[in-house]
């Protein structure tokens, strides 16, 4: 099975300050897809970002960017001036290309301070 | 609204009870999967359908049964409930081997 860590089980961030939730995965894929996920309080899984282990350039989308390295096989999730509505789970996954089933890190819980 | 509809939200079953969970999407997606989510342990994946009328095991088929009624329908099926299978309980759909992953709301299930 792919291994997915995210190392940080909690997270606390102070309202409008940047916040990094790290990634990392074993794989021997040279082609691959990284995602990340919020969760809320809700229960629903809202997809953020995702890269492509070809692309160039970090993905980014809106507040969300992905620090992605690949020869360190880590693609952290850079949430910019964070919100109160950016507390929620957090889980990164990875797919391989044509593959049925997308592997999940275990996931951060993000509380953001007022 | 375009996505993937789940029922239940939530159910409760005695240990030893059948019940099935109902999975719908209308984006005309090829795959459909079930995940189970436990505390500290993410999303894995129970069974999915790569297509209509294939279906396959993910990592924890075990208790588990599949029907893929049609491209639009995937339902999960527990025949003897037991208390390792309290989770909640994801349906998601993609196209075929596509990146992207569309979830439902999620079922939460306990057994007694």
């Known amino acids: 099975a792919q291994k997915i860590t995210q190392t940080q089980p909690g997270m606390f961030v102070q309202e409008k300050e940047a916040v990094t939730l790290d990634c990392t995965y074993d794989?021997?894929?040279?082609?691959?897809?990284l995602f990340w996920y919020k969760q809320p309080s809700s229960g629903e899984m809202i997809f953020l970002i995702y890269?492509?282990?070809?692309?160039?350039q970090n993905a980014t989308e809106g507040r969300y960017s992905l620090n992605f390295q690949k020869a360190r096989k880590s693609a952290n999730l850079v949430i910019s001036a964070s919100q109160l509505g950016d507390s929620a789970m957090y889980f990164c996954a990875k797919k391989r290309p044509g593959a049925n089933n997308l592997f999940f890190g275990t996931g951060t819980r993000l509380t953001v301070i007022p | 609204n375009a996505g993937v509809t789940q029922t239940p939200k939530f159910q409760v079953l005695k240990t030893g009870q059948s019940m099935t969970l109902q999975c719908a999407q209308d984006?005309?997606?090829?795959?459909m999967y079930w995940y189970r989510q436990d505390p500290g342990m993410g999303l894995r994946l129970i069974y999915y359908?790569?297509?209509?009328?294939?279906?396959d095991k993910g990592e924890v088929p075990n208790g588990y049964n599949v029907s893929r009624l049609n491209k639009r329908e995937f339902s999960l099926r527990l025949e003897s409930a037991a208390p390792s299978q309290t989770s909640v309980y994801f349906c998601a759909s993609s196209e075929a081997g596509g990146w992207g992953y569309t979830f439902g709301s999620g079922t939460r299930l306990t057994v007694v």
């Open positions: 794989t021997s894929d040279q082609s691959y897809g």
């Open positions: 359908s790569a297509s209509e009328g294939t279906t």
């Open positions: 890269q492509g282990s070809y692309d160039e």
């Open positions: 984006m005309n997606h090829n795959s």
